[in-house]
């Protein structure tokens, strides 16, 4: 291909309008990634013409296909089809960069030492909320993944497998997400070839062996598992985040790191900035930066090295089959991560903030925003009542 699909115009707008644009979906991009396509959609085909329909819904779907943050790389992928390849990179540095300069900027009040009393207790009470959000998270991408499913009894299996090593296994996580989609990718070229449902196996696969030394080495490497090895959506991020930043490295207690996720939910732009405030708590502001700088850089990568051939990638069996396999087990992880998540709960009243949350975002159906906003002035008038903190 030649940089353009069908009902795009090349080059269609100039730097100076990328810039523009996509840095204001980065600004007012709250939401998670329903709110960042339905921004994206009214920019590039409602508004400015530059994708047809039928355009934008490959673009989505393309992404999708790929392990990261997908709204990320849709951001980058328009960007890429209205300008090629140096406005795919302004427009994705434009949408990153401002949800970036208020998460780092938060972490400096939220993650410092003796904060003030309200900011701890608005801490305490969002964090408190994040397994409610990471819950309704995994439930909402339950129904077309299983809609999808090539084989359910597998769909299953993965599912339960991804559910079982967020809440045992930690770091390794995402081992298991390559064994679901590898399994998977055997078992449909198996079928094809036989014409029946062949059995899956999952190989033990060896640890890779841990990265030592300084702290910047073993945070690039947790920030590149979280932006080239995750799969089903930004929440996924954080049982492959919770064991090393918490755990293994101790670059915050558990209190901090659900700091840490509410942060990521209530700031603009995508999911994947919490790594920022990992980053932070484990370097300051340069371990925050360099940890983002790492999570995105896949992302750029597969749309500048990879957008032509994506109707390609879609058509390819290989890939469905893996993505079939891994999708299930990340969407497992997720709701797998409201274990750990709320264990690193301290204090009793944070357990009644955790049930309110999941009725707010589950019967009621109110917004994660909304809901993390609420819990954070529940922990805010326990700290001005002399209520418990968690230490």
């Keep these: 291909m030649d940089g353009t699909v069908s009902g795009v115009r090349p080059h269609a707008a100039g730097l100076a309008t990328v810039l523009k644009q996509w840095g204001r979906i980065g600004c007012i991009g709250f939401g998670g990634p329903p709110a960042h396509i339905a921004l994206l959609r009214q920019l590039c085909v409602e508004r400015r013409k530059w994708l047809d329909d039928k355009a934008f819904e490959d673009a989505v779907a393309a992404c999708n296909l790929l392990p990261g943050p997908a709204s990320t790389q849709l951001a980058i992928f328009c960007a890429w089809h209205v300008r090629g390849r140096l406005g795919a990179v302004v427009g994705g540095i434009a949408f990153i960069a401002p949800g970036l300069v208020a998460i780092l900027a938060l972490s400096a009040l939220f993650l410092a030492g003796s904060p003030p009393l309200w900011v701890a207790g608005?801490?305490?009470?969002?964090?408190?909320?994040?397994?409610?959000?990471?819950?309704?998270a995994g439930i909402g991408l339950l129904p077309p993944s299983w809609g999808?499913?090539?084989?359910?009894?597998r769909w299953v299996a993965y599912l339960a497998v991804g559910l079982a090593g967020a809440a045992l296994v930690g770091p390794w996580l995402v081992l298991l997400l390559l064994a679901c989609?590898?399994?998977?990718?055997?078992?449909?070229?198996?079928?094809?070839?036989?014409?029946?449902?062949?059995?899956?196996?999952?190989?033990?696969?060896?640890?890779?062996?841990g990265i030592g030394g300084a702290v910047l080495l073993p945070l690039a490497w947790v920030a590149l598992k979280v932006g080239a090895l995750s799969y089903g959506g930004g929440f996924v991020i954080i049982p492959l985040m919770q064991a090393d930043a918490v755990q293994r490295y101790g670059w915050m207690t558990d209190g901090q790191f659900l700091n840490a996720v509410a942060l990521g939910q209530i700031t603009p732009g995508p999911v994947v900035h919490t790594v920022a405030a990992v980053g932070y708590a484990a370097a300051g502001v340069g371990g925050g930066l360099l940890a983002a700088a790492v999570a995105f850089s896949p992302s750029f990568a597969f749309i500048l090295l990879g957008a032509h051939r994506f109707d390609r990638l879609r058509g390819n069996p290989a890939v469905r089959g893996f993505l079939d396999g891994a999708g299930p087990a990340a969407i497992g992880s997720i709701l797998g991560s409201a274990i750990p998540l709320t264990a690193a709960l301290a204090e009793p009243w944070q357990y009644a903030v955790t049930a309110g949350a999941a009725l707010l975002l589950l019967a009621a159906r109110r917004g994660v925003v909304t809901t993390l906003l609420g819990a954070a002035a529940v922990g805010v008038a326990v700290a001005l009542a002399g209520g418990p903190l968690p230490a």
Excluded: D, F, W
């Design 122 to 136: 608005a801490g305490a009470g969002a964090g408190a909320a994040v397994a409610a959000v990471a819950l309704h």
């Design 148 to 153: 999808r499913a090539a084989s359910r009894p």
């Design 181 to 209: 989609g590898l399994a998977e990718t055997v078992a449909q070229r198996s079928r094809r070839r036989s014409g029946t449902t062949a059995g899956v196996h999952l190989s033990p696969l060896l640890a890779a062996a």
